[in-house]
């Protein structure tokens, strides 16, 4: 028998409990024996719960309690959360996890305890919601030098995108139906200026490149300045505009990793994402291309990706199988300010103006644009070199148009 401990019961640990209890049988068989939920931490009460009879309130009880061996932590953030797993690993328990923010910030650390403690530290979860990416990544692409890692990584953004896209919402509006569906982290501040996102693209950087990135090494920047203007614009060409996590493993070995919305061409399977879908595609230096969809945020698909780590914990208690990256530093990362891309540019000035420094772009048109506001595609140039061009233009987007 195997006994698990809830950490936080949100969205995300209540999904936990309910997939190990509605999928019991099968769980048991696919984990070789029971596996059982003992107690649920939380600083709340819940007697409406079936679960009620195992909620706890101090975590000492779990950690002291041998017959827990596996600690499947929600609660999010990096302060309680760092300290109970570091209590987990430290008293022997595997831990399971969702918590991007925790891995993208304390990975390597809680790695290295995992293994000098013999237990494992997992977090499928903490990427792409149900969407298998990390033990894929980890195992199923091993052979390959990954040369790029490039994601729609958070439900929130793509969802409210895609509602301004197909039902023409306000920004505002679409926020509160994903938050109104369990998508949005506690503070949707973290979804809309990109450091989800951020946060995932480093735990998958650190995975297939080998030393941790850190999300203060990722420049990021989220959807709050995405207008329905731009939108229309982007339509107006065949694009749509998404927020992506990218990291590109450079000629020189550094990692070129950053957060941003961009322009996609409909044909990219990355344009048929929508709602509150991820899609992660890695290329690699014997497989080429491999595309990863699915649900990325949500109650139940994201308790699926933690119990399928709950049953490999419970599977290989005496035979780890090891997750690992080295400690980062500052020689690991490079700027994108060096990475070249076409620009998507809707600014406000004349057209003799926007001539002069783009000579030769396509202009796009939408329906009701005011008077003196321009959109245009520029051809390839670095961001140092698109600022120089619109210098003495009142800029209002600057988007990359993935090539
Ligand atoms: N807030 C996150 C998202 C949850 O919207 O993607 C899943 O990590």
């Excluded at 450079?250 to 990692?255: F, L, P, R």
């Excluded at 003196?372 to 070199?385: D, K, Q």
Aim: a negative charge; one cysteine or more.
């Amino acid at each position: 028998m195997v006994n698990v401990a809830i950490l936080g019961f949100g969205v995300v640990g209540s999904g936990v409990a309910e997939v190990l209890f509605t999928n019991e049988t099968h769980i048991d068989r696919k984990a070789g024996g029971p596996i059982r939920l003992k107690y649920i931490l939380d600083v709340r009460d819940f007697p409406d719960s079936p679960f009620a009879g195992k909620v706890v309130h101090d975590f000492s009880v779990i950690e002291n309690d041998p017959e827990v061996s596996i600690v499947v932590e929600t609660i999010g953030g990096a302060r309680a959360a760092l300290d109970f797993t570091r209590r987990a690993l430290a008293a022997g328990k595997s831990v399971v996890t969702s918590n991007k923010e925790l891995v993208a910030e304390h990975g390597c650390e809680l790695l290295k305890l995992a293994a000098e403690k013999g237990v494992s530290y997992l977090f499928e979860a903490s990427v792409g919601g149900g969407i298998p990416i990390i033990r894929p990544l980890n195992q199923c692409l091993a052979a390959n030098e990954i040369e790029e890692i490039c994601g729609i990584l958070n439900g929130t953004t793509n969802y409210i995108l895609t509602r301004m896209i197909r039902a023409g919402l306000s920004f505002d509006a679409a926020l509160k139906e994903a938050q109104a569906n369990g998508y949005a982290e506690a503070d949707p501040t973290a979804d809309i200026e990109g450091h989800d996102a951020c946060r995932k693209i480093c735990i998958l950087a650190s995975l297939a490149f080998g030393r941790h990135i850190y999300p203060r090494q990722v420049p990021t920047e989220g959807i709050v300045a995405v207008t329905l203007a731009d939108v229309a614009y982007a339509d107006s060409c065949g694009k749509k505009i998404k927020l992506l996590g990218r990291a590109i493993r450079q000629d020189d070995g550094k990692v070129c990793a950053y957060v941003a919305p961009h322009l996609v061409d409909g044909g990219d399977p990355l344009a048929g994402v929508e709602d509150v879908f991820n899609a992660i595609t890695v290329k690699g230096n014997a497989i080429g291309e491999v595309m990863f969809y699915g649900r990325g945020a949500g109650k139940l698909p994201t308790a699926s990706a933690v119990v399928a780590d709950v049953i490999d914990a419970a599977r290989h208690r005496d035979e780890k199988k090891r997750v690992f990256w080295a400690e980062g530093g500052e020689d690991v990362t490079a700027s994108s300010a060096g990475l070249e891309s076409a620009w998507y540019v809707r600014a406000e000035g004349t057209a003799e103006g926007i001539r002069a420094a783009f000579p030769g772009c396509t202009l796009l048109a939408r329906a009701d644009a005011p008077e003196g506001e321009f959109a245009l595609l520029t051809g390839s140039m670095t961001r140092s070199t698109l600022d120089a061009r619109l210098a003495g233009l009142a800029v209002r987007s600057a988007f990359r148009v993935l090539d």
